[in-house]
């Protein structure tokens, strides 16, 4: 665990050496939450909707734009290159399990994207627009076991579709469709609450919802209470079906490795 650890300070590390990109990062939150709450604001300024309000609003397009900062769904881009150039090759010959590695790694860029652009977007953000306090200690609670949850799908959704490189050489086309999903499905910009009945229903059978409706209604207490629980045991099977997966399509990826360039 110790090699993993190290790959995880690495990567942190690497980011440091990009400091003009955490401020793009930092800005481009700020101004995606801004346009965020422009639009809930015409949208909502008139009164609630479905029993959200503005400032529901608000809060909302905070917190996801803060989970979407961390999420691990990189890897693709990242993975993709290192197969095109055939450098995946060092990757596999090195007497560690790659999958890991990949994991500490887009777990210390999510740490770094946390400490470096999160905070000081939930800061600039709250003194601009305010934010919502967490609804109760125990709703923080269950939304930190909802963020754990939505970093372990984004990882096992990027790296699903990492390994279908290995057949088609490419993940451009499935990273199009996954980021369209997710876009979607994940409520990043349209809450789970105002979805037509038929999409809500797609919605709630799909993974997608945890990488960002979950976390932020969970913090905001807008799930009851006894659905809190019982919604994030879906996220861990989830999870467990999405690694599971993953697990095998690696085994059988192996097999059909096929290095280009390098």
Not at 39 to 50: F, K, R, V, Y
Not at 58 to 82: C, F, K, P, Q, W
Not at 143 to 160: E, N, Q
Request: aromatic share 14%; hydrophobic share 60%.
């Amino acid at each position: 665990m110790r090699t993993y650890g190290a790959f995880f300070m690495k990567s942190f590390k690497k980011n440091l050496a990009y400091r003009s990109q955490v401020w793009l990062r930092i800005v481009g939150n700020i101004v995606t939450i801004l346009v965020q709450v422009a639009i809930w604001g015409a949208l909502l300024g008139s009164g609630p909707a479905s029993g959200i309000s503005f400032h529901d609003m608000v809060t909302y397009a905070i917190l996801n734009t803060s989970v979407a900062a961390i999420l691990m769904d990189g890897l693709i881009h990242e993975a993709d290159e290192r197969m095109r150039t055939g450098n995946i090759a060092i990757d596999l010959l090195r007497p560690l399990h790659y999958p890991l590695c990949l994991f500490a790694d887009q777990l210390g860029k999510s740490a770094f994207h946390f400490v470096f652009a999160v905070l000081p977007t939930l800061l600039v953000a709250t003194l601009l627009f305010g934010f919502t306090a967490p609804a109760s200690a125990w709703d923080l609670l269950a939304f930190l076991a909802a963020i754990v949850i939505a970093l372990a799908i984004s990882f096992a959704l990027g790296y699903l579709v990492v390994l279908l490189a290995f057949w088609f050489l490419t993940t451009l086309h499935f990273e199009w469709a996954m980021v369209g999903l997710m876009t979607v499905f994940s409520g990043s910009f349209l809450p789970l609450w105002f979805f037509p009945p038929g999409w809500l229903e797609v919605a709630r059978v799909l993974p997608f919802q945890f990488l960002g409706f979950v976390p932020a209604a969970i913090y905001m207490g807008k799930l009851p209470t006894g659905d809190v629980w019982p919604t994030l045991l879906v996220g861990v099977v989830w999870t467990l079906l999405l690694l599971g997966l993953t697990s095998w399509i690696w085994s059988a990826s192996l097999k059909r490795l096929v290095v280009h360039g390098g």
